[in-house]
């Protein structure tokens, strides 16, 4: 008897199972993404991260602002947003970002990846490229990828800058921030998704060095802003925004995210 033939169909049948097996799971994960749940990237260092004093009396939890934590799972979010520093992370800009973003839409819900880390240089957010002891741009595209398989991406917000105020860093500060962009996108998949940065605090030294580079950003890049920090003030050590105006700046970033989608 020649089984060949049998052999033939009976391997088609494995093939085509297996195909539609992997279509059904995809659809099940496609299915699962809900377009109301908006995910947004918070990178940078320590002013992203957020160094400002947690008044838990004010701690309220909005239960449509959920955040990714340090293990990966959604949780309700609340200051501190990050987890790069555990002893001393407090308020940064997420949570009135999202706050604030919420204010202008009362249908959608907002996921926050956080994955800014203290003292990074922006030399440490390319790939392939670690700083002490973790990689952040892998991180913070991994953690972004899973966010996606819940809701949609829909925009990055970035504050760093501290570590690269001198003069040798500052001269190709631009540069390195606009291929940091172009790569976001493309490893994310969207080539315009809105990217808005925030200026230094201008109680920092040397702040322009970081600043005047800012100021170019839109320029240079399509659907990018920058939200300024001047009138904020630091917490007592001329380098972290004190709570309050942690949470303007994250005020500002919202304004200039909405103004950025309005475009697109």
Known sequence: ??????????????????????????????????????????????????????????????????????NNNWIPAKDPIHFDRPSIVGVGPGLSFAKSILKNNHKIR?????????????????????????????DAIKRTRLAMRRGVIKGIIWHQGES?????????YLTKLVELVKKLRIDIGDPNLPFVAGEIGYFFKDNNLINKELSTLSISVTNAAVVSARGLQHKGDSTHFDTKSAVILGKRYAIAMNGLQTQR
């Open 164 to 172: 690269d105020c001198n003069d040798k860093a500052a001269m190709t």
């Open 1 to 70: 008897m020649n089984i060949r033939p049998k052999l033939i169909i009976f391997l088609l049948c494995i093939s085509l199972v297996i195909v539609f097996t992997s279509f059904v799971k995809r659809k099940i994960i496609e299915d699962d993404i809900d377009p109301n749940f908006h995910v947004y990237l918070l990178i940078g260092q320590s002013n992203m991260a957020g160094r400002g004093l947690i008044d838990k009396t004010k701690s309220r939890v909005d239960n449509r602002i959920e955040m990714l934590d340090e």
């Open 110 to 138: 907002i996921g926050l990846v956080p994955a800014a880390l203290g003292g990074s240089p922006i030399s440490a957010w390319t790939d392939g490229i670690a700083y002490t002891g973790v990689f952040p741009y892998e």
